[in-house]
């Protein structure tokens, strides 16, 4: 059976990578060292394959259809798909066992996720993937959450499926040693007039909910309250998904940086997978 | 005509513009959309403010923006207009 030998969360601001150095010096060699430190932790545990929860942006669904969780289950996926991301087009090695795995298993537990045999990836997870495996050949199992159109996901549902997803990766019997991520917010308005400012107290309340273990108030928290901390702070969801996986480990915050040339709550953590 | 047509629009637009792994969304002809003459011109004159004040989605209302050459700055000096003020305030504000 596979084990979790590594999970964290971080934040996704396309900026990370298309105006990285517009990032104040100390604020960048902080969030950049928390995922450099992760990336030589995966290599430590010699990870097979990573599980990578983002967030759509309208990069594969449209309103016809909005798949509330979709599992990529393909033999590859495709990425970045912004012309202007300087991250190299490639298709990603999938991972299709464990992804229709994990299909199957949230199926018997309740959920119904989406699939699909072919995701366009955009800096949602191309950004955090690429921090971690440069050469992009490590196999990606992505799974996007509708973390954008109403109605959403509440985010219990999303911490309860991720508890599921956990349980599935602890069972799937092809792979060893597997790392599960979470991509997006923290606070962030985007096509709003609030566009560039951050909500850091926000941040830092939800950093220490984490730490703490104690999530209730944030899972119980309506969305319309959640969006106080900006339209963007919705893609939370990915991380209390990965808080859900690993329960009931808490999380250790690596970084927090409130990065405003790139208009986000920049984070990373870094979950106990015992 | 509805607001689901300008929303596919913008879309297509965007679309057109991305990297993806076929080309098969390149094409895009405004001319396809049923839209009010007022979603047109907005649509046309990469007006962002009459997007927003229509109701296009502010997820699209970005990629729209950045995919027409405007900066977060520059949105949001487009935008302040219809206010950043807040008077609710959320659980973890003391």
């Known amino acids: ?32 060292g928390a995922l450099e430190w992760l990336r030589d932790e995966a290599r430590e545990r010699d990870v097979q394959a990573v599980v990578i929860l983002s967030n759509e942006h309208f990069t594969n669904f449209f309103l016809e259809n909005f798949p509330q969780i979709c599992i990529g289950v393909g ?16 298709w990603i090695p999938g991972q299709p066992g464990l992804a229709n795995h994990i299909a199957r298993y949230t199926l018997d537990s309740g959920f119904d996720p989406a699939f699909s045999h072919l995701l366009e990836l955009d800096h949602g997870v191309m950004t955090v993937y690429h921090e971690l495996n440069p050469e992009m ?91 106080l901390a900006g339209n963007g702070a919705h893609e939370i969801r990915s991380w209390l998904a990965i808080a859900g996986a690993v329960a009931p480990g808490t999380a250790r915050t690596l970084a927090y940086e409130p990065i405003y040339p790139w208009i986000t709550g920049m984070a990373v953590s870094h979950f106990e997978t015992s | 005509m509805s607001l689901y047509q300008l929303h596919r629009c913008v879309w297509d637009s965007v679309r057109a513009a991305s990297v993806s792994s076929s080309n098969a969304g390149s094409h895009f002809d405004v001319g396809r959309y049923d839209l009010t003459d007022e979603e047109r011109k907005a649509f ?51």
């Open chain 2, 44 to 94: 046309e004159d990469k007006d962002v403010a009459a997007l927003y004040r229509i109701g296009l989605h502010p997820v699209l209302l970005n990629g729209f923006a950045r995919a027409s050459g405007f900066t977060r700055d520059d949105y949001r000096r487009v935008l302040e207009v219809f206010g950043t003020g807040e008077e609710r305030t959320g659980r973890w504000q003391k």
């Open chain 1, 137 to 227: 050949d490590l196999p990606l199992v992505p799974i996007v959450q509708n973390c954008a159109v109403y109605p959403l996901v509440p985010l219990r549902r999303s911490y309860e499926f991720g508890k599921a997803l956990g349980e599935a990766v602890r069972t799937f019997d092809g792979l060893d040693r597997i790392a599960v991520v979470g991509a997006g917010g923290l606070s962030h308005w985007i096509g709003h007039p609030r566009v560039g400012d951050i909500e850091e107290s926000f941040d830092r309340w939800f950093l220490e909910q984490l730490e703490e273990g104690s999530l209730d108030q944030v899972l119980d928290m309506p969305d319309a309250e959640l969006e």
């Open chain 1, 1 to 32: 059976m596979a084990e979790i030998v590594l999970a964290y969360a971080a934040s996704h601001a396309p900026m990370m990578a298309a105006a990285r150095d517009s990032a104040p010096e100390e604020q960048r060699k902080n969030f950049f």
């Open chain 1, 75 to 90: 033999e590859r996926n495709w990425g970045p798909t912004e012309a202007w991301l300087p991250i190299a087009k490639a």
